[in-house]
């Protein structure tokens, strides 16, 4: 199993704002996954951050909106830069372990409430 | 790539009855399968895996799911829901190999009634 902390939980801000979310895992892993989850709607995989590289990026999803760090093994950020109210929704933190890395594991979110 | 397919958004049954939630996906590789649950305002949590050998997958809280190649499916299934399987389940694919992304389907909302 895995224990992904993320903060913060949830967040209010204001349009053309930024926001910095942190994903701490409990143990090293070498990728970790950035999802977003609209309401009502599915996960969408925002970018896969690698430690040492630069994050690959889904389509439809650019560095400059999405900033990703990952400093080492067990941490990383993902910033939603000049926020509009488009950008509210639920911001998830995965990793994979088990036999081939198949077995996510997530963090509980970050709701965030663009006004 | 992948894609995955779940052909109810919403699914209401009685409590007790069984239940059949559909998947279907798309692939030029062989996949790995997945079935995830989300509980109101919780995270996502594995349900079961297809990974290989046996076809019928047993998960947790009595589900279970059948992996079909010649008609690319994967549909959960339980013989008797109770009002705690009230959730949202997400169907998901990823390909053949170490770490690969996961793609989820857009999701099936199981509301069990009294």
């Known amino acids: 199993s895995a224990v992904i902390s993320q903060k913060p939980s949830r967040d209010i801000c204001q349009r053309g704002t930024s926001l910095t979310i942190q994903c701490q895992v409990d143990s090293q892993v070498t990728m970790m996954f950035w999802y977003r989850q609209q309401p009502g709607q599915s996960l969408t995989l925002i970018a896969t951050?690698?430690?040492?590289?630069?994050?690959?990026?889904e389509s439809g999803f650019v560095i400059d909106k999405f900033p990703i760090s990952r400093p080492n093994l067990t941490f990383s950020t993902l910033t939603v830069s000049n926020m509009s109210p488009e950008d509210s929704s639920i911001y998830l933190c995965?990793?994979?372990?088990?036999?081939?890395?198949?077995?996510?594991?997530f963090g509980q979110g970050t709701r965030l409430t663009v006004v | 790539a992948q894609s995955v397919t779940q052909l109810d958004s919403q699914v209401p049954v009685f409590e007790e009855a069984p239940v059949e939630l559909r998947c279907n996906y798309s692939?030029?590789?062989?996949?790995?399968l997945f079935w995830y649950v989300q509980y109101p305002n919780q995270g996502l949590q594995l349900l079961l895996k297809y990974l290989s050998g046996s076809t019928l997958v047993k998960g947790i809280n009595g589900f279970e799911a059948e992996f079909n190649k010649s008609q690319t499916s994967f549909h959960l299934r339980k013989p008797s829901v109770h009002i705690s399987d009230t959730a949202e389940y997400f169907c998901?694919?990823?390909?053949?190999?170490?770490?690969?992304?996961?793609?989820f389907g857009s999701g099936t909302r199981l509301s069990i009634r009294p």
């Open positions: 995965s990793v994979q372990r088990g036999l081939s890395n198949t077995e996510a594991f």
């Open positions: 692939s030029s590789v062989s996949v790995y």
């Open positions: 951050a690698n430690q040492g590289s630069e994050a690959t990026y």
């Open positions: 998901a694919v990823s390909a053949y190999s170490s770490a690969s992304k996961i793609i």
